[in-house]
């Protein structure tokens, strides 16, 4: 559960998240604090560049859609500063990439933070896990050994 103490993490593991479960997390928290839109969703392209073996030299792979959002929290922490929250998501869903936002912004403020990391980013983090584990039962399920036996040929 390391991962979402940092904002990096908890940004990644909301940009993954399935959205039916950040909708469970908006009713699980009750009425949340009023937002407005900095940046309103909106859908456009990235590029996604690769490197040959991993290591060698950066190539443009190719486009890739994504959604980004940024909104402003009512709410200002105890420093008197407004927050806002950042959500950028693979794909076409303004309202996941809304949802990462206000998520994002009141992962910032101290009254909301134990609270969403509980209600919501735990049980998005069991779920990834559970579906990984989940995944690599299938394919063990399926896993065929090759062994070669020593042939008395010479």
């Known amino acids: 559960m390391n991962e979402i103490r940092s904002r990096s993490g908890w940004i990644s593991v909301l940009a993954k998240a399935p959205l039916p479960l950040l909708e469970q997390g908006v009713k699980s928290l009750g009425a949340l604090p009023d937002y407005g839109f900095l940046r309103s969703p909106e859908i456009g392209l990235a590029m996604v560049r690769g490197r040959a073996e991993g290591t060698g030299q ?17 709410l200002t922490n105890r420093d008197g500063e407004t927050l806002s929250g950042f959500g950028y998501v693979a794909g076409r869903s303004p309202r996941h990439a809304e949802l990462a936002a206000v998520y994002d912004a009141l992962l910032q403020h101290p009254d909301w933070q134990a609270q969403v990391q509980h209600q919501v980013l735990e049980p998005l983090v069991a779920a990834a896990q559970a579906q990984r584990q989940a995944e690599a ?18």
């Open 58 to 74: 950066p190539f443009n792979l190719g486009e890739m859609t994504i959604t980004r959002c940024v909104v402003q929290l009512a």
């Open 137 to 154: 039962a299938e394919v063990e399920s399926t896993r065929v050994n090759f062994f070669t036996l020593l042939r008395g040929e010479s």
